[in-house]
T-cell receptor
Framework: KAGVTQTPRYLIKTRGQQVTLSCSPISGHRSVSWYQQTPGQGLQFLFEYFSETQRNKGNFPGRFSGRQFSNSRSEMNVSTLELGDSALYLC???????????FGPGTRLTVL | AQSVSQHNHHVILSEAASLELGCNYSYGGTVNLFWYVQYPGQHLQLLLKYFSGDPLVKGIKGFEAEFIKSKFSFNLRKPSVQWSDTAEYFCAVIHGSSNTGKLIFGQGTTLQVKP
C-alpha cells in the first residue's frame, strides 16, 4: 500500500505570496490532519478533515486554510506569507480519527 | 489547555546503555497515547501506541512504554540502545472521546547514541 504523499517536497516563496500544499492519504483513509513543525515550536496541529469537513482547527491565524476533496485528498493554503511561516508542513492520514496517524514526508516551505 | 511534556530535550548515551524517556500529559479523560520517532532525513513513524488494556506496550525495534494512569505518564524505554536509535522522539496524545484527529505532541527528545 502506498504511503502518504505530499507535494511539492520543497518550496521557496517570498513574503506576501500565497502557497498551496497537497496531500494524498493512504487509500481508504478518510481522516487527514495537518501539522506545522518548526525548531522553536515543535509539532503543532493545524487542522483535521474527515469526509470533506473540517472538524478541528488549531490555534493558527485565518491565513491558514484547507480543504478536503471527495477522494480524501487534501490541500492546505497559506495566504500573505510571513517569514515565520517557514516550516516543515506535515500531513497525516488515519483510518480512525483517534487512531494511529501515518505521516507523509512533509513539504519544506521557506519564506524569504 | 491540554499539553504533553517531555522531560528530556537532549539525551546522549553510549551503545548498550539503557534508555528511559519521560512523558506526561495534562488531560484527565480517555486518551490514546503514542510515541513517534523521526530518524535523520526521514518522516515521522510510529514506535508504539496505547489505547487500552495492558499498560505495558511493546513496539518496534525493542522499544516499550508503560502507561501509568495515576501519574498521567507514558514513559518510553529500551534496555540496550544502538547507534541506529539516534533520532528525535515525540510523545503524543489524542483525546479518545474527541473523535477528531488532533494529536498533541510533546516538544521532542533528541537522542544521540555514541558508538
Amino acid at each position: 500500500k502506498a504511503g502518504v504523499t505530499q507535494t511539492p517536497r520543497y518550496l521557496i516563496k517570498t513574503r506576501g505570496q500565497q502557497v498551496t500544499l497537497s496531500c494524498s492519504p493512504i487509500s481508504g483513509h478518510r481522516s487527514v490532519s495537518w501539522y506545522q513543525q518548526t525548531p522553536g515550536q515543535g509539532l503543532q496541529f493545524l487542522f483535521e478533515y474527515f469526509s470533506e469537513t473540517q472538524r478541528n482547527k488549531g490555534n493558527f491565524p485565518g491565513r491558514f486554510s484547507g480543504r478536503q476533496f471527495s477522494n480524501s485528498r487534501s490541500e492546505m493554503n497559506v495566504s500573505t506569507l510571513e517569514l515565520g511561516d517557514s516550516a516543515l508542513y506535515l500531513c497525516a492520514s488515519s483510518l480512525d480519527p483517534v487512531g494511529e496517524q501515518f505521516f507523509g514526508p512533509g513539504t519544506r516551505l521557506t519564506v524569504l | 489547555a491540554q499539553s504533553v511534556s517531555q522531560h528530556n530535550h537532549h539525551v546522549i548515551l553510549s551503545e548498550a546503555a539503557s534508555l528511559e524517556l519521560g512523558c506526561n500529559y495534562s488531560y484527565g479523560g480517555t486518551v490514546n497515547l503514542f510515541w513517534y520517532v523521526q530518524y535523520p532525513g526521514q518522516h515521522l513513524q510510529l514506535l508504539l501506541k496505547y489505547f487500552s488494556g495492558d499498560p505495558l506496550v511493546k513496539g518496534i525495534k525493542g522499544f516499550e512504554a508503560e502507561f501509568i494512569k495515576s501519574k498521567f505518564s507514558f514513559n518510553l524505554r529500551k534496555p540496550s540502545v544502538q547507534w541506529s536509535d539516534t533520532a528525535e522522539y515525540f510523545c503524543a496524545v489524542i483525546h479518545g472521546s474527541s473523535n477528531t484527529g488532533k494529536l498533541i505532541f510533546g516538544q521532542g527528545t533528541t537522542l544521540q547514541v555514541k558508538p
